[in-house]
């Protein structure tokens, strides 16, 4: 179940960093320095998302 969960979790990331690249293009297309702060904070949010997740399911490997 837990590696259910990180498989989830792990989707859930990438998709997230996948509209936060799309969202980064459009907003360096429209020259928009907001939209590129949170386009950029958004990748971030979604590569810590993926090293959690990674880490969780190796932490579940080990016991």
């Known amino acids: ?8 979790g792990l ?3 990438v998709f ?3 509209s936060a690249v ?3 293009r459009n907003a360096r297309k429209d ?4 939209l590129l702060v949170n386009a950029s904070a958004s990748i971030l949010v979604a590569i ?7 880490r969780a399911v190796r932490k579940d490997e080990l016991k």
């Open 22 to 24: 799309q969202g980064f």
């Open 11 to 13: 989707a859930g990331s």
């Open 48 to 54: 810590t998302g993926v090293l959690l997740t990674i």
């Open 31 to 34: 020259k928009d320095k907001l």
């Open 16 to 18: 997230g960093a996948v």
């Open 1 to 8: 179940m837990k590696k259910i969960r990180g498989v989830l």
